[in-house]
């Protein structure tokens, strides 16, 4: 086995023991080394679940996860005919987090169609392809099915028409 990159094995490394580190800290040492030890090192916070998360919880899946990627980078690091990472594109991650801002923001002001319909055009200008038809279609389809589940269905308290608009005709 031969390292092809130094600076990443290391990074792996790194980022497996801090992930570790984390997982350890937040739930507690393992029971057999308190028995080794004779005390209880690191007494450790309640877990929970997905639902009822516990102070244990976020740490603990954040350090999961930060091993998870420690182990990927070292991997890469130590096998030659490794899986290619793909180049990360900014530009969708962009339109996506400003068109979840501008259908919070719209929300309110406009009602759950005009929020939803500049949602969908804001996210689908940052793809590499942009068809007006096609997201013109998409965006009825979504504001269609955003009223029927959200508001009939699960009546949710979303304003539909803009405030300014006294008299809606969608109730």
């Not at 180049?87 to 979840?100: D, M, T």
């Not at 979303?158 to 008299?167: E, G, T, V």
Request: net charge positive.
């Amino acid at each position: 086995m031969k390292i092809k990159s130094q600076q990443d094995c290391w990074a792996g490394l790194m980022f497996i023991a801090f992930g570790l580190f984390f997982i350890t800290f937040a739930l507690g040492t393992p029971e057999f080394i308190d028995r080794i030890v004779g005390a209880k090192l690191i007494g450790g916070y309640q877990m929970g679940s997905s639902v009822r998360m516990g102070p244990a919880y976020f740490p603990v899946v954040l350090g999961g996860m930060l091993a998870v990627l420690g182990l990927m980078v070292l991997l890469d690091s130590v096998i030659e005919a490794g899986p290619k990472v793909a180049k990360f594109h900014f530009r969708p991650l962009l339109f996506i987090a400003v068109s979840s801002l501008a259908f919070a923001y719209l929300l309110k002001p406009l009602g759950l169609v005009l929020a939803s319909m500049a949602l969908v055009f804001i996210s689908a200008y940052g793809g590499h392809e942009f068809k007006l038809k096609e997201v013109a279609i998409m965006a009825v389809v979504l504001v269609i099915f955003s009223v029927l589940v959200f508001v009939k269905a699960l009546s949710l308290p979303f304003p539909i028409c803009p405030a300014f608009i006294d008299i809606c005709p969608i109730r």
